[in-house]
């Protein structure tokens, strides 16, 4: 079974700190994704990642930056926590994304961060 | 743009009978469509797929119907049991990502 592990399920800041939000994969995945969850508004998608230090702005990356050292992990960090960063904070990845091949992608279980 | 669109954000159904989930979307060149489901504090899982080569797909009570030419495609649960009810999110891969809808809260009543 594909596992995503993110590093903690919940975690309270305090406003202007530096945010790390750790996610490791155990499938050799070429795609991880940094999503966040609010109500009414989905899934949105904050940055990803195709391979090893390449990475891409997804919908909402303002605020944020990632990192990928390894293959098996991606980090998503906040430069300077705010209240609006308030939000459950999803970790994924998959085998492929791009057509012709396509493969789901495996979620973590989420980390529920609070910026006080 | 919202390319992919949940546009009932919670459906309440009685035990026993079919719950049926829709999602439309904008893009003709998406031609693959996944569903999810997220129970609270817990990540979303995969629930079912359909290629854009079909218009059915099937997995136990879980049915996906894709209307291509409406861009709409929808999930059907039969029969619908209380253990369903959570939050279900329909996404197309673009590229190297994936887009999700807004989803759809599902409560299923005993």
């Known amino acids: 079974d594909v596992k995503v592990t993110q590093s903690s399920r919940y975690l309270v800041k305090r406003t202007g700190e530096k945010v790390f939000l750790e996610c490791v994969q155990d499938?050799?995945?070429?795609?991880m994704f940094w999503y966040r969850q609010d109500p009414g508004l989905g899934l949105r998608l904050i940055y990803f990642s195709y391979d090893v230090k390449m990475k891409e702005k997804g919908d909402i990356p303002e605020g944020y930056s990632v990192s990928r050292e390894k293959k098996e992990r991606f980090s998503l960090i906040l430069e300077s926590a705010s209240t609006n960063q308030t939000s459950m904070y999803l970790c994924?990845?998959?085998?492929?994304?791009?057509?012709?091949?396509?493969?789901?992608?495996?979620f973590g279980q989420g980390t529920r961060l609070t910026v006080v | 743009d919202q390319q992919v669109k949940q546009n009932s954000p919670s459906l309440s159904v009685q035990e026993g009978r079919i719950s049926i989930l829709n999602c439309d979307y904008t893009n003709s060149m998406f031609d693959y469509f996944l569903w999810y489901k997220k129970y609270p504090a817990e990540g979303p899982t995969f629930l079912i797929s359909?290629?854009?080569?079909?218009d059915k797909n099937e997995d136990g009570r879980f049915t996906v119907f894709l209307n291509k030419s409406a861009k709409h495609l929808s999930l059907h649960i039969v029969p619908s049991q209380p253990g369903d009810s959570a939050v279900y999110f329909c996404?197309?891969?673009?590229?190297?990502?994936?887009?999700f809808g807004t989803g759809t809260r599902l409560k299923v009543l005993a």
């Open positions: 359909i290629s854009s080569i079909k």
């Open positions: 499938m050799d995945h070429e795609n």
């Open positions: 994924a990845s998959s085998l492929y994304a791009r057509a012709p091949i396509h493969t789901e992608a495996f």
């Open positions: 996404a197309a891969p673009a590229g190297d990502k994936y887009i």
